[in-house]
């Protein structure tokens, strides 16, 4: 394997630290990085799997311990990836020392509760949710600022953070042109960050993510990039399919599971495909191999010092959600349930989203495609004996009035079984 080629900066090997690099999406990217030949330290403090456990839901595909998984990295690359067990939200100085100690040239921030259903259900998560996320975050820039080092802060963000409506324009990357008149009648053009729009507790953390990021760019300088990401769907990435135990997280119940990796999966264990509400909801997407990619060309073309936040709109492409259903259940039979819709959001919206910044980087954007489904698809049916039909469900409610998105099943589930060649499947 060339560990070598693609080394980004010049060529020059650096230390990036990936917090919550043992995640769905910190972990293909802390991989992809050192693959690159960069430096990484991953700095986790594993709560997604101890939120597996209050889940009782594990990921569909079997994540092994991050030691074993650092292990198989190891052997296949001939590369270490550093592992700190450290809660940002809570263990700020050893956080501190930590980045005194290594010096990073850059910092790619993941580490934030993801999910907006397990925010929203019930006043703990919410709490949880708010004091993770945000002092996470606040945590990580005061730590830069207090370091006084030259580091490069990356965060992945949510097209939420807009609301799901365009007023009959393009959402632009994080900025908005817009006229004022003076009293004097001089009209004045200015740009400000695009209004936030939060649909969920977790949304509105990431909207106040984006003024602490500004207000920290502005006065003590910090150089950032705020990654507004798409929708995830597809699990595994070139680095993730060389070994069954580097194998990505691939989350299916009502909480975890984002929406087309959950149609695929429902299709693929024989459970119907479940719609909240009329399916009119527009949403954009991006393939996780795409979102390694864009990690990586931001972290190529970072901010200079005095540029002001760097926002990208992280995605490729954007669908209703009915018409993705329907594209899975033509590609697999499967039936489609509508059910309640348990989230307080509009039936029907459109979405226009701009995406210039990646693709003058060089992005060729993996859009949907019948392979790719196929392979989630696969990936589905070879550990559908793993599957809980009960966790399939969105049980989480945005308020007391809302029902949970519960499709009328037969009483038990099919049982189904691995055959052996499932059992000796690999996802290479």
């Known amino acids: 394997m060339n560990t070598t080629s693609g080394q980004a900066w010049n060529g020059q090997e650096k230390k990036i630290f990936v917090l919550g690099g043992d995640g769905f999406c910190g972990w293909p990217t802390s991989l992809h ?26 990921s569909l595909t079997p994540i092994q311990p991050l030691g074993i998984r650092l292990d198989v990295w190891k ?41 907006a259903p397990y925010s929203m259900k019930s006043s703990r998560h919410k709490r949880y949710t708010v004091n993770n996320n945000l002092n996470a975050t606040h945590h990580v820039l005061c730590a830069i ?23 009959g324009m393009k959402i632009p990357e994080g900025y908005l042109d817009i006229e004022v008149q003076t009293e004097q009648g001089e009209r004045v053009q200015q740009q400000i960050l695009y209004p936030t729009n939060p649909g969920s507790i977790y949304h509105m953390t990431k909207s106040q993510d984006q003024l602490l990021f500004h207000y920290y760019n502005k006065n003590d300088g910090l150089r950032i990039t705020d990654l507004h990401q798409g929708i995830v769907w597809g699990t595994n990435t070139h680095e993730t399919m060389l070994d069954e135990r580097l194998i990505n997280r691939f989350d299916y119940d009502g909480d975890y599971g984002t929406v087309l990796n ?3 999966m429902q299709a693929a ?12 909801q ?22 200079v010092h005095g540029d002001r936040v760097m926002i990208f709109n992280q995605m490729t492409e954007t669908h209703r959600i009915r018409d993705l259903a329907a594209l899975v259940s033509q590609l697999t039979g499967a039936e489609i349930a509508y059910v309640s819709n348990p989230r ?36 589905a049916k070879g550990y559908a004996h793993r599957a809980d039909w009960s966790k399939i469900p969105a049980r989480s409610t945005w308020t007391r009035n809302h029902q949970p998105g519960i499709p009328i099943l037969p009483i038990s589930a099919p049982s ?3 055959t052996a060649d499932k059992q000796e499947q690999s996802v290479r």
């Open 145 to 167: 600022a207090e370091s006084g080092l030259d580091i490069h802060l990356l965060h992945l963000g949510t097209m939420g953070v807009y609301g799901y409506g365009t007023s």
């Open 262 to 264: 959950r149609f695929l």
């Open 282 to 303: 527009t949403r954009a997407f991006i393939h996780i191999q795409d979102t390694v990619r864009c990690i990586q060309l931001a972290l190529e073309h970072p901010p």
């Open 344 to 379: 307080k959001e509009a039936a029907e919206n459109d979405l226009h989203v701009r995406n210039e910044l990646f693709l003058s980087h060089g992005l060729q954007p993996i859009t949907l495609n019948e392979g790719l489904l196929q392979e989630v698809t696969r990936i």
């Open 269 to 280: 264990v024989g459970h119907p495909i479940v719609v909240h509400g009329t399916g009119g």
């Open 416 to 418: 189904i079984e691995p």
């Open 33 to 58: 990085l050192s693959r690159l030949g960069h430096q990484v330290t991953i700095i986790d403090n594993l709560s997604r799997r101890t939120i597996d456990i209050e889940l009782e839901a594990d």
């Open 75 to 115: 052997q296949w690359s001939g590369r270490n990836i550093n592992f700190e067990r450290l809660d940002l939200a809570l263990e700020y100085e050893r956080f501190l020392q930590l980045i005194l100690q290594e010096k990073p040239d850059a910092i790619i921030h993941f580490a934030e509760q993801r999910s």
